[in-house]
Structures are given as C-alpha cells and as structure tokens.
C-alpha cells in the first residue's frame, strides 16, 4: 500500500467520521430532579448534563460515554466495547426516569467479538427528590470473559467554574484536575505513565479517596457522585473489592475531563452483571451540600455497638509515648530505654496541660501475643500505680499491641515458617528501618481465622482487661471479609471492656475497610503526616467516627491547621536524632502554645466544635485567598474559624452566605468577632444572610474566629 493511498483512505475516514458528528440527530433530553439530562439518540451516551445554569457535562456525538468494558482474547488484545462505539441504542423517556439499552455494545475496533455483549442502563430521579440514580446491567453473550467495567463512564466533564475554580474533592483529597492534570507542551514521558491519568483508591483514610464519595465543583454548585456500597461491596476473584478504583484523564484534545468509576470483575460467558446503584446529587453552594446524601446513607449502615467516649470529643487529641526501642535491655544505662513507668505521671500531667487527654504507650512490652510488660521499664506494680494517677490525672492510658505480625519464633506455633515479614527497626541499624541483613525481627503475617491464634490473641487481651487494662490500640487492622477475623477479637474484646470500663476506647492502624473502622474504632493511629496540601474535611463531614489522626512532632501550624480542621492531633515530639515521642512538649515552646491555644479554643466554643457539623469552607460564596475557612454549623448557629495562610500579616475578607444552614432562615444575624485568645473584638448585626465581613491584622498563622446567629 503506498503512501498516496494511505494518506486518501485516512482522509475518507475523517470525512465520514465528520459527517457523522455534523449530521448527529438532535440529542434526546430528559430532566430529572432539575438536572437536564442531553442523551444522543444513536449510540446512548452522555452528551449533556446541566443544573442550575451550570454545565458540568457537555460531549460531542463520538465522545458521549455511558458504559465502557475492557474484551481482550482477540487478536487485538486492548480491544473495547462501549456506548462510544455503538450504535442503534434504543433510548426510552417516561415518568419513572430513562432506559438506554444495547443488544450488542459497539467494538472499538473491527474484531470480532465472538458474540453479543448486551448492556442496559436506568436513570430513575432519587426519592430525595434532589439527586439521580444511575444503575447498568451487563450481559455477556460472546464466548469471551470481560474483566473490567467502566460505569458510571463521564466523558466530556467541563471546568464549568473555571480551570483554576473547578474542584475535585474526594474524602481525601481536593485537587483542581483542570490544570493539575494539564501536561506541558514539552512533556516526554513515556506515553503510557503521562500524568494527565490518575488511578484515585478508596478503602483506608489514607488513600487517595479514602472513601467512595467524590464531588466536582465549586463554592456557587456541581454534583456529587457515590455508589450505594457499604464495606467490601463485591468482592472479584482474588477476594477483593471490586469497586475501589476511579480513573480520570484530562484530554489533551478539548481540555475535557472523562471520569470512570472502575469496577474489577469477571463476567463469565453467558452471565450477567449488576452494578451497584450510583448516586449522582447535583447542588448549589458547595462540596458540603452535595456530601449530604452520602452521609445518610453512612448514618443508615455504620450501626456502632458503642458511641464515642466524651473524652475522645473533649479532646484535641493524644499523645503517643515510645517507652522504648526494640531490642532494650535491663541495663539502666541502656539508651534503647526512653521512659520508664515511674515517668508517665508527669507526662500524663503534661498531656492534660496541653488538652490532650489520652496517652498511647508503644513497645511497653515485647512484640509479641501480649501477655507481659518490658521488665526493663520497671516493675509490674509500677507500672499499675502509673496508670492509676495517669487516670486520676485525667488522661486515660491505652496500650498499644501487635500481634498481626508475629515474629520469630512465635509463628511456628501456628504453623507458619516462611518468616516473609522482617519488622527490625533502631537507631544503631544502617538503615535504621528493616535492613536487609536483620534476623532478629522477622516473622509472618497471621492468618487471623487460624484458631489458636484467635484463641491466643482473644485470650491475652481478654486477660488484660480483667487487669483493667480496658483501652487498646490495634497494629494492623487489615480485615478480612469472612469470620473468625480480627472483627470476631475486636466483638469480644470492646465488649468485655465496655462492661468493666464504658469510658474504655478502642483505636487502630485503619488499612482496607474504612467503613469497619467507623464501626468499631474510636480514633485511628496510622502514619498520617501534616502537608499543606492535606484535605481531609469532606472525611470528617461524612464520618462522625472513628476520628482520624494525624501525626504531629514539633510544628505548630500543623497542630492549628489540624485543629481547625477536626482531625486528631498525634502528639509525639521527638529529640535531635531520638525516635518518635522522645522528648517532651514543654521542650519546644512554639508546640506548647498552640495546642494550649487551640485547646482554650475548644473548651470555648465547645459545643460548636463537639455537637455542629463541619463543612468546611462552604459558608463562603465566593473563595477566600490567603486563607482557610472551616465552619461548624448547629441547627441555630455557626462557628466560623480563619487562618492567615498567607506570608505576612494581612487583612482577610469573607464573603459569606448562611442562608441554608440556619434553621430558621432568619431576616437578621449578629456577627461576633473573637481572636484567637478567645476574647471578643466586636459585635455588629447584619441584615440578611449574605454579607462580606473583613477580619483586620491578622499575623501569618493566627487565627480568628466569627459566631453567627439568628436575631429575633
């Protein structure tokens, strides 16, 4: 073939391909809860989306997406099918919502696809009568598996707010994809890794997503998305859950944004699938209106066999105390030793100085099934008499154990010997964390439905508590989704401790589900680290439990930026060189002032803080620059807390709008200003409930903070 005829074949091709865009039938239109729905009435795909005079979804005929499935088997193995590539849906509009359907979705390229493969898709208006429900049915009628689906599959997502406006915020994250995912002209890498894709995972707070609820928009609208999914949700063949992945790529093309929820299954030939039911809620103002449905539908499942201790809400946090390194030994003068029982009475007087009022104690006994303390640390009768004037302290005392990886010769026990896990860490090793020539610490990871270690494990704690050690925080909790698992311990444990201590708390290292962990866990401890970049408010707006840390050494923008945020400060200040919680708070005064300022703060404006909700900056109409904006709403009243993220001292203006967060819609509010010492500035009232207020004079990093209320 030469190159003339090359060059004419792909002309035609392009000139059919435009004449079937130009020459595209009128999209059929549907509006369902006030969200207009543009359907093309050929392939069945999205080719609009609008609500409100906003525009999130806009498709031309070829790129309108719906459902997409990967069919590989043929001689061409990346091939597709999907609503991209069809034609003749059949596209049915009633009362009750639409149904799009496809006795054989189209291929993406000319491959056989050895038999049909069927599709429907029903979008039926939301009985909250604001939000849609998206659900799709697969039927595989070819002679080959499918491994993968893409539903919902978004394409043609518009920065309808603006490239640098539009936001994409998940539970874990927010992020502006318009210019995020933007690549440079100039950018040479490899094809396949280019970084206007992204792989978003929900599963533990500290991925990506962490949960399956995702919002794009800005403070005046968009829409949120979620599947109808609690826990595993479905697993695939290797035991996993299918639906925890969503895909977005920026087109280099039309700067469009195509977002697909990823599910990871098997559709044998001649079996059906289902997906889980999606709800898509469009909404004025911001992430925090759009997260509601979600939040309910976390309220209807999470079903907690216990509420969260008061103390764990009158508190900033916890501090974590390393008693010691691994390896330590009975000499005295032994620096693997960092504190002995004999210190935790002044730490835990340190601790209630600063607001916290819960201590976690790491490495107070070997890493083993616990069973016995350090004797290096002192005494057992010590260590019982430092645990009672910590309580009368009022700072409760949690032990922290491990006993998900068992180390040598502990797994034999148990049948295991492949010794795969080495967990050695210190300061004299070279690297300090898991050398490769260790022997000393390794082990195997526990098969948690393996009997005796369940009896071992349920035994030893069970004696802990009855030695009124009620307060435990869990290395590793890694589920599994049948029992015996670590939630048949965690069962037994919490209730035995429950009825000894009912101010007894449970926390853990949050891995897989994060919707177990909202059932049986008070507070998380996992290696969560302070950024600037860090967003984890839409988490706390949808999850009232457990609540979720986040690491702290000496900074103390990090402990403001955390507090203003509700998350829970970690406290674990370290000495030059020294391991983590080594030192004392009292050692950097810097720390010391700001948790005792964030700590008058809260008792202050307690109820705010413990009983209203936080929706984050969405009290505001407009963005606030050089500073964060985190509100707490209760049904009569709201908390507004500012920082100056800026670099200097600066005046800070908030335009404002309370309209759909008093209850009473009143005509007028009274605004009163405090600063950060808690001490009032000024009051004024305000007609209406939308206003700019300016904050005069505020320093790099202070705070300020605003009460709006109702004026009869």
Same mark, same amino acid.
């Given at each position: ?14 000139? *059919? ?14 509006? /369902? ?32 997406? /719906? ?58 208006? #939301? ?8 659900? #799709? ?73 962490? $949960? ?108 974590? *105390? ?7 030994? $009975? ?5 693997? *030793? ?5 210190? /935790? ?18 490495? =107070? ?10 004797? @290096? ?45 080495? =967990? ?185 803080? @413990? ?102």
């Amino acid at each position: 073939m030469n190159r003339a005829f090359c060059t004419a074949l792909c002309t035609l091709v392009l000139h *059919v391909c435009s004449l079937h865009a130009t020459a595209s039938e009128p999209a059929i239109q549907a509006e /369902l809860n006030g969200l207009r729905i543009a359907i093309d009435p050929d392939s069945g795909g999205l080719r609009e989306l609008a609500y409100n005079g906003m525009t999130f979804l806009k498709a031309a005929p070829a790129n309108a997406s /719906l459902i997409d499935a990967a069919y590989p088997g043929t001689a061409f193995d990346p091939l597709r099918v999907g609503t991209r590539h069809s034609r003749g849906a059949r596209v049915d509009v009633s009362n009750e919502g639409v149904v799009i359907a496809w006795d054989a979705l189209g291929a993406s390229r000319e491959f056989s696809t050895n038999g049909p493969v069927a599709a429907t898709v029903t979008i039926k208006p #939301a009985a909250d009568g604001r939000s849609i429900n998206l659900s #799709a049915t697969v039927s595989n009628q070819s002679a080959l598996p499918i491994p993968q689906v893409l539903f919902p599959d978004l394409d043609g997502l518009q920065p309808f707010a603006g490239e640098d406006g539009t936001e994409l915020r998940t539970c874990g994250f927010a992020k502006k994809p318009f210019l995020e995912l933007k690549m440079a002209e100039d950018d040479g890498r490899w094809y396949a890794s280019r970084r206007n894709w992204l792989d978003l995972q929900s599963g533990a707070y500290d991925k990506s997503m962490a $949960a399956r609820w995702l919002d794009l928009g800005s403070l005046q609208g968009g829409f949120s998305l979620f599947p109808r999914l609690w826990s595993w949700g479905p697993l695939n063949d290797a035991g996993e859950p299918a639906t925890n992945h969503v895909l977005l790529h920026l087109s280099q093309l039309d700067g469009s944004l195509r977002l697909m929820c990823e599910h990871r299954v098997t559709i044998d030939p001649g079996e059906t699938w289902t997906s889980p039911d999606y709800v898509l809620t469009p909404h004025r103002q911001g992430w925090a209106k759009g997260i509601e449905p979600f939040r309910a539908w976390i309220a209807e499942n999470v079903q907690r066999p216990y509420p969260l201790p008061d103390q764990l809400r009158e508190t900033l946090g916890f501090r974590t *105390v390393w008693m010691a390194q691994q390896y330590a030994n $009975a000499d005295p003068a032994d620096p693997t *030793v960092v504190w002995r029982f004999n210190d /935790l009475p002044e730490l835990a007087g340190e601790c209630r100085d600063h607001g916290l009022n819960e201590m976690v104690l790491w490495l =107070w006994q070997p890493w083993e099934v616990p069973d016995r303390h350090s004797p @290096e640390l002192g005494t057992a009768e010590e260590f019982v008499r430092a645990r009672d004037e910590c309580r009368a302290n009022g700072v409760n005392v949690s032990l922290f154990v491990s006993v998900m990886t068992m180390l040598d010769p502990i797994p034999a026990k148990y049948g295991w010997t492949d010794a795969a896990e080495f =967990w050695g860490y210190h300061t004299d090793y070279v690297p300090m964390l898991r050398p490769y020539y260790g022997k000393a610490s390794r082990g195997s990871f526990a098969d948690q439905s393996h009997p005796g270690w369940q009896s071992d494990v349920t035994g030893s704690l069970l004696k802990l508590v009855e030695n009124d050690w009620t307060s435990i925080t869990w290395d590793q909790a890694r589920y599994a989704p049948n029992e015996p698992n670590i939630e048949t311990i965690f069962r037994k444990v919490r209730t035995a401790a429950k009825a000894r201590n009912p101010e007894s708390t449970f926390a853990a290292e949050d891995l897989n589900n994060l919707d177990l962990d909202s059932r049986w866990l008070d507070y998380t401890w996992n290696w969560a680290l302070f950024s600037e970049d860090l967003d984890w408010r839409a988490l706390v707006n949808a999850y009232p439990a457990p609540r979720f840390n986040v690491n702290v050494g000496t900074s103390p923008r990090a402990v403001k930026r955390l507090f203003m945020d509700h998350l829970f400060l970690n406290v674990m200040p370290s000495k030059p060189e020294g391991i983590n919680g080594s030192a004392r708070i009292a050692d950097f005064p810097e720390l010391s002032r700001a948790l005792k300022t964030c700590a008058t703060l809260h008792e202050k404006f307690r109820n705010h803080f @413990e009983n209203g909700l936080p929706i984050g900056d969405c009290i505001l109409s407009e963005p606030c620059a050089n500073a964060r904006v985190n509100a707490y709403v209760l049904p009569e009243s709201v908390l507004v807390i500012v920082m100056n993220t800026g670099a200097k001292k600066s005046a800070v203006t908030l335009s404002m709008d309370v309209r759909s967060w008093l209850a009473s819609q009143p005509e007028h509010c009274t605004v009163t200003t405090f600063d950060e010492s808690g001490s009032q500035r000024s009051e004024r009232n305000r007609h209406g409930t939308s206003w700019r207020e300016s904050i005069s004079g505020l320093q790099r990093g202070e705070f300020a903070l605003l009460t709006i209320d109702p004026r009869m």
